[in-house]
């Protein structure tokens, strides 16, 4: 008899010593990770296209269940762990996180009273550079697949993950919307802790496909439409850079400041474009 209770799918792509940072929070050699071993099951679904990934988890973590994804994004790989899982639940995180050494109990905590839970976002340190980036969540509200569960049958019922996004950004605030509109809560639990550390700002480049998968977004939920681009672009950029931006560049020493000023400049002239096509 299938007795576990969750699945912990874990998408990754080239990064294997982050990943093992990863699969190292999520032993299940003791009973200190809060919930028994056998309770639980960690997917790795690899679209690496080296073996390299393949390798390091067969030589280091045999209690993994390694899959090869099916290389068509972030959305469609964790769809396709999500489809190995035997768990009543789906645990998601990412291959760049540390999951606290309660994560999993603190959500089973909650299980017998929700469909889907999601957890407490935070970093490994204060920031220290102007373009360092992590998806900070410690009030709720955001159900990013960094630090979510989902029951088997909801997330089945939902459709998943959307594979239609033309970039790989964006696809858990599609999921969160399709549950909201479906009027199942979302409780936060804040003991659910995964740790993201700061990254890179990845440039302009990644701003643009982001900006493509909000389009798209906006495609499928017109009502999240803002009255008008130019004003919601303009707000964006001049909020940040006061709020943010400015401020911030003396703490910082200026590390960083090309980045982040180009990031406001970028939605800037975002609004400059609205404005032309008065949208």
């Known amino acids: 008899m299938n007795n576990i209770l969750f699945s912990v799918v874990i998408p990754t792509y ?68 999500a489809d190995q899982a035997q768990g009543e639940w789906i645990a998601f995180t990412d291959d760049d996180c540390l999951p606290d050494a309660h994560w999993l109990q603190a959500f089973a905590n909650q299980t017998n009273h929700a469909e889907v839970l999601e957890g407490k976002t935070i970093t490994d340190r204060p920031r220290l550079r102007l373009d360092e980036e992590s998806p900070v969540n410690e009030t709720g509200g955001y159900l990013w697949s960094c630090n979510m569960a989902t029951h088997r049958e909801l997330f089945q019922n939902m459709g998943g993950f959307n594979e239609g996004f033309p970039y790989p950004a964006i696809e858990d605030v599609e999921l969160n919307e399709k549950i909201k509109k479906a009027q199942i809560p979302i409780p936060f639990c804040k003991e659910a802790i995964v740790v993201h550390p700061w990254r890179r700002s990845k440039g302009i480049t990644h701003l ?72």
């Open 208 to 279: 643009k496909q982001e900006l493509s998968s909000w389009y798209y977004l906006l495609g499928l939920y017109p009502e999240l439409r803002p009255p008008s681009l130019t004003r919601y672009f303009f707000h964006r950029s001049f909020r940040t850079f006061i709020k943010v931006t400015f401020p911030r560049l003396f703490k910082y020493r200026f590390k960083g400041a090309g980045t982040a000023l180009g990031a406001d400049a970028f939605y800037f002239w975002q609004g400059i474009r609205a404005l032309f096509r008065k949208e």
């Open 14 to 81: 080239e990064r294997p010593e982050m990943l093992r940072l990863t699969l190292d929070c999520l032993r299940n050699d003791t009973q200190s990770y809060g919930i028994e071993g056998n309770k639980y099951e960690v997917i790795v679904t690899d679209d690496s296209r080296s073996e390299e990934t393949a390798n390091m988890v067969e030589s280091y973590y045999p209690w993994v269940k390694y899959t090869k994804g099916p290389q068509k994004g972030p959305a469609a790989n964790r769809n396709h762990g």
